[in-house]
């Protein structure tokens, strides 16, 4: 049972251009709402996050959209640059009745071309 | 400030061996959780940890076990290894008990090969 889709599966944008990752969600009771990025060889590290009662998070380049009635995020990544090639991974976790659980997205590789 | 730090970073074992992955927090979380990390593939939550109890586990069968220990550190030990098991397994720590924050703070992994 995949509790959080993400889509698309890979992404190829110019330098310079927006990168757009969506990821949609099933339980009602996900509290959080974060993206990682992985790079080869690394772990994932947290890039932003959102909470429910707020429709957008800006952290530089970085914009988190959430519609929580379509039960719906997604990241975007302004002026996209060579070095933002990675994986990312939109995760949602459960409140107090899920035990706080992670639930994570099976990622977006994102390849930026200079 | 200290990071996540996990050992060894990568291993060999057969089909049936037994392993245990280990895991130092980050300098004060409380909250260690352990993910499994197939090719190509979002981590699975496994397991995770707070006051030394096991509080929140996803699908993964009891051969999957784990420890925290008084410093926070945790053990992942994983009993009559599978094929399927071969992954990365990744450690994440966070502050402020179970509910926190909701931060990850993930080590870069072990990565786990069973022939």
């Known amino acids: 049972q995949q509790q959080v889709k993400q889509s698309p599966q890979s992404l190829i944008v110019q330098k310079g251009g927006i990168s757009i990752i969506n990821c949609a969600y099933e339980n009602t009771a996900f509290d959080y709402f974060p993206w990682y990025q992985q790079f ?75 | 400030e200290t990071g996540v730090t996990q050992s060894p970073t990568h291993l060999i074992k057969t089909r049936g061996q037994q392993v245990t992955l280990r895991c130092s927090s980050q300098s004060g979380h409380n909250t260690v959780s352990w993910y499994q990390q197939a090719l190509g593939q979002g981590p699975q939550f496994i397991f995770q940890y707070y006051r030394e109890e096991e509080n929140g586990r996803g699908n993964f069968p009891p051969r999957f076990s784990g420890l925290q220990f008084p410093n926070y550190s945790s053990e992942l030990n994983v009993n009559a290894l599978e094929l399927d098991d071969s992954a990365l397994y990744l450690c994440a720590s966070s502050p402020g008990g179970v509910a926190g924050t909701g931060e990850l703070f993930f080590g870069e992994g072990s990565r786990l090969t069973v022939l």
């Open chain 1, 40 to 114: 080869p060889g690394k772990g994932p590290a947290l890039l932003i996050a959102i909470r429910p009662d707020v429709s957008e998070k800006k952290e530089g380049r970085f914009t988190i959209s959430f519609n929580k009635s379509a039960k719906q995020f997604s990241l975007h990544i302004m002026d996209s640059q060579p070095g933002d090639s990675a994986t990312y991974f939109c995760a949602a976790r459960g409140g107090s009745g899920g035990s706080y659980i992670p639930t994570f997205g099976r990622g977006t590789s994102l390849i930026v071309h200079p």
